[in-house]
């Protein structure tokens, strides 16, 4: 199935670390595909967080969360990861795993076709 499926968020303290993980077919049989994660509070609009371009290329991270995230994909384990650390109050969202039929996808929401249900992470201060 083309699905997407993320886990680990969750609640921690700001500097605090959290790693999420998606998981889809997709990133097995289409390694041509961009990944990315994306994230939405609510009342506003979904931003794009992290990319990473099909067939290895390379990444592209939001202003807000470069030197603190780290976007990465295992296609044959069919796995998606962002490991974000030195958590901020401002990155609780709920986050979403998405993927793009675009080699060089933009991150944004446009550019993507397949959606994960997506995975809460809340930052207290």
């Known amino acids: 199935l083309d699905q997407l499926v993320e886990s680990g968020g969750g609640s921690v303290q700001a500097g605090g670390s959290l790693s999420l993980s998606c998981t889809s077919s997709?990133?097995?049989?289409?390694?041509?595909?961009?990944v990315a994660w994306f994230r939405q509070v609510p009342g506003k609009e979904r931003e794009g967080v992290a990319l990473?371009?099909?067939?290895?290329?390379?990444?592209i991270y939001a202003d807000s969360v470069k030197g603190r995230f780290t976007i990465s994909r295992i296609n044959d384990k069919m796995m998606l990861y962002l490991q974000m650390n030195s958590l901020k109050p401002e990155d609780t969202a709920m986050y979403y795993c998405a993927a793009s039929r675009l080699w060089r996808a933009n991150l944004v929401t446009t550019d993507f076709h397949y959606w994960g249900q997506g995975t809460q992470v809340t930052v207290s201060s």
């Open positions: 997709l990133l097995r049989g289409y390694p041509s595909f961009s």
């Open positions: 990473i371009w099909g067939g290895g290329g390379g990444t």
